[in-house]
């Protein structure tokens, strides 16, 4: 099975910037995606971007001039800059890996969540 953990969360105020890690680790063969999806209070949960093995980028418009995703393949790890914050912004980010572990079909990996809270 693969874990997956994100850090780096916090309260920032608006405009401010944060930066999102995540990692994956596990009996991992291969990741062929990893992104981050946020959920505010009730809200449900919606993507907010995605990278692919190759380095392709998609992105919420709603985030798209504002986050960046990046990804270290040889770490297994994927960040989030996020800058000119907002309040809508706040909600807890989740960090997922589609991955292929060793024996096993491919599978979606979630982490367990990071709170950010966008407030004066």
């Known amino acids: 099975q693969v874990q997956v953990v994100e850090s780096g969360g916090g309260l920032v105020q608006p405009g401010g910037s944060l930066r999102l890690s995540c990692a994956a680790s596990?009996?991992?063969?291969?990741?062929?995606?990893m992104g981050w999806y946020r959920q505010a209070p009730g809200k449900q949960r919606e993507l907010v971007a995605t990278?692919?093995?190759?380095?392709?980028?998609n992105y919420a418009d709603s985030v798209k001039a504002r986050f960046t995703i990046s990804r270290d393949s040889a770490k297994d790890m994927v960040y989030l800059q996020m800058n000119s914050l907002k309040p809508e912004d706040t909600a807890v980010y989740y960090c997922n890996a589609y991955a292929k572990v060793t024996g096993s079909t491919s599978y979606t990996y979630w982490g367990q969540g990071t709170q950010v809270t966008v407030s004066s």
């Open positions: 990278i692919a093995s190759l380095g392709n980028t």
């Open positions: 596990g009996r991992i063969l291969t990741i062929y995606s």
